[in-house]
């Protein structure tokens, strides 16, 4: 007849088992050498040549003929490589577990990015092994935008047309400029560029040389001679473009929204939205640019009138 472990069984068992333990003729012992998920105490400090292996998660590919730069805290540039077809490229000099470094990746194509790296430790199997120590870094494949202008009335303007107040019957028009990614897997990172001091954001840049329309919702505003600048910052999660099986988990879509009045207006007034990378708020108020790299991605311009 087949044995069937009942409830009173198993209680039966836990007794037992408690008043041997507690008389002390049974003990536990927790391996001393199991450690917490993350722990890192078993690993140790080397000082070893680097090994940085460079890819674009979003094309899901290594990034060959990139060049990598190596900046020390002081910002003095330590050495420049470049990868080989692998994405991989293997500094000359050693660097010590714990140093910071700064790694500014460039390649045409590619969104130039800064890493701020602290030199890692190692496995002690890994640095009696190996002669390198092993950092994976990554950037994107810039993405290909274009700008779309529309009104709360439903209408849509061409770059380089006219919105007339006149025939819209209204003294104050809001616009949705809109920001598109067209190229499937692609987008923008922004960084800190440690060389400079400055963001390598993503804005975008409203500008006129008229001081007539009034304008509100376009962010800070900035005055440079005879023009006048308001920058937007745009996300980089926006500027994405993701494309997953058949579903774009990102789409790559931004959108501002600005509110133009007529203002003082007795004629036309010129403006133009650019949608600027590598930009830097702060030193576009000093200097009249973003930073040293600051480019347009993409232009729209737009003459209002009456």
Same mark, same amino acid.
């Given at each position: 007849?087949?044995?069937?472990?009942?409830?009173?069984?198993?209680? *039966?068992?836990?007794?037992?088992?408690?008043?041997?333990?507690?008389?002390?003729?049974?003990?536990?012992?927790?391996? &001393?050498?199991?450690?917490?998920?993350?722990?890192?105490?078993?690993?140790?400090?080397?000082?070893?040549?680097?090994?940085?292996?460079?890819?674009?998660?979003?094309?899901?590919?290594?990034?060959?003929?990139?060049?990598?730069?190596?900046?020390?805290?002081?910002?003095?540039?330590?050495?420049?490589?470049?990868?080989?077809? *692998?994405?991989?490229?293997?500094?000359?000099?050693?660097?010590?577990?714990?140093?910071?470094?700064?790694?500014?990746?460039?390649?045409?194509?590619?969104?130039?990015?800064?890493?701020?790296?602290?030199?890692?430790?190692?496995?002690?199997?890994?640095?009696?092994?190996?002669?390198?120590?092993?950092?994976?870094? $990554?950037?994107?494949?810039?993405?290909?935008?274009?700008?779309?202008?529309?009104? $709360?009335?439903?209408?849509?303007?061409?770059?380089? =047309?006219?919105?007339?107040?006149?025939?819209?019957?209204?003294?104050?028009?809001?616009?949705?400029?809109?920001?598109?990614?067209?190229?499937?897997?692609?987008?923008?990172?922004?960084?800190?560029?440690?060389?400079?001091?400055?963001?390598?954001?993503?804005?975008?840049?409203? &500008?006129?040389?008229?001081?007539?329309?009034?304008?509100?919702?376009?962010?800070?505003?900035?005055?440079?001679?005879? &023009?006048?600048?308001?920058?937007?910052?745009?996300?980089?999660?926006?500027?994405?473009? $993701?494309?997953? =099986?058949?579903?774009?988990?990102?789409?790559?879509?931004?959108?501002?929204?600005?509110?133009?009045?007529?203002?003082?207006?007795?004629?036309?007034?010129?403006?133009?939205?650019?949608?600027?990378?590598?930009?830097?708020?702060?030193?576009? *108020? $000093?200097?009249?640019?973003?930073?040293?790299?600051?480019?347009?991605?993409?232009?729209?311009?737009?003459?209002? *009138?009456?």
């Amino acid at each position: 007849m087949a044995f069937r472990l009942k409830g009173w069984h198993i209680f *039966a068992i836990a007794t037992i088992a408690f008043l041997l333990w507690y008389g002390g003729y049974l003990s536990f012992t927790i391996p &001393s050498n199991i450690q917490p998920p993350g722990q890192t105490d078993n690993l140790v400090s080397v000082t070893k040549p680097l090994k940085i292996a460079l890819n674009d998660p979003l094309g899901g590919s290594a990034i060959a003929s990139a060049t990598v730069q190596i900046y020390g805290s002081d910002r003095v540039l330590k050495e420049s490589l470049t990868t080989d077809s *692998a994405g991989v490229a293997t500094s000359a000099l050693p660097y010590a577990s714990g140093d910071i470094v700064y790694v500014k990746i460039a390649k045409p194509g590619y969104v130039t990015r800064w890493y701020p790296v602290t030199v890692p430790k190692m496995a002690p199997a890994d640095a009696q092994s190996l002669t390198t120590n092993f950092i994976a870094l $990554q950037t994107y494949n810039l993405g290909t935008y274009t700008i779309k202008v529309t009104d $709360q009335f439903g209408n849509s303007y061409t770059s380089g =047309g006219t919105l007339n107040f006149t025939a819209l019957g209204t003294s104050t028009v809001t616009l949705t400029i809109t920001i598109y990614n067209t190229e499937d897997n692609s987008g923008y990172i922004s960084s800190y560029d440690r060389l400079n001091n400055i963001n390598l954001g993503a804005v975008l840049l409203t &500008s006129t040389a008229g001081s007539s329309v009034t304008v509100s919702g376009a962010g800070s505003s900035v005055v440079r001679g005879t &023009s006048t600048y308001w920058i937007t910052p745009i996300s980089d999660d926006s500027l994405t473009r $993701q494309l997953v =099986g058949n579903q774009y988990v990102k789409p790559g879509v931004a959108s501002a929204s600005i509110t133009f009045g007529k203002g003082s207006l007795a004629s036309t007034q010129a403006f133009t939205f650019n949608l600027m990378d590598y930009f830097d708020s702060g030193y576009f *108020a $000093q200097n009249g640019i973003g930073g040293p790299d600051a480019a347009s991605l993409a232009s729209f311009s737009l003459t209002l *009138a009456v």
